[in-house]
């Protein structure tokens, strides 16, 4: 199974991005979808969430009100709309996939993701 990311680019600050990430491969019957961004020298940290039913979803304070994430289940994608961004915003950003438990919205932690796809790097200017 594979993940690819793409979308990221260079923009200035206020600007918006629109990422995406397209399962390929032996896709699975059930997963949650997540985006995930890391800094140099920082940790890979949650971004936001969307669970199976594609109705729940879950943000990390830093992005709540300006990141929106959304899917298609029958195209195994997942998009990231990312508006109002900020030079802080600047990182990778990896998309990943939960296949243990899809329907449970609150699960931030990257151990809890079976697959990641290979980051697209996001830079906001100042």
């Known amino acids: 199974v594979q993940l690819q990311a793409s979308g990221g680019g260079l923009v200035q600050a206020g600007g918006s991005l629109r990422l995406s990430c397209a399962a390929s491969?032996?896709?699975?019957?059930?997963?949650?979808l997540a985006w995930f961004r890391q800094a140099p020298g920082k940790e890979r940290e949650f971004v936001a969430r969307l669970t199976w039913s594609g109705t729940n979803t879950l943000y990390a304070d830093s992005v709540k009100g300006r990141f929106t994430i959304s899917g298609d289940n029958a195209k195994n994608t997942v998009w990231l709309q990312m508006n109002s961004l900020k030079p802080e915003d600047t990182a990778v950003y990896y998309c990943?996939?939960?296949?243990?438990?899809?329907?449970?919205?609150?699960?931030?932690?990257?151990?809890?993701?079976?697959?990641w796809g290979q980051g697209t790097q996001v830079t906001v200017s100042s």
């Open positions: 990943a996939a939960d296949t243990r438990y899809p329907s449970v919205e609150k699960r931030t932690l990257t151990i809890f993701y079976d697959y």
């Open positions: 491969g032996r896709t699975f019957s059930r997963y949650a």
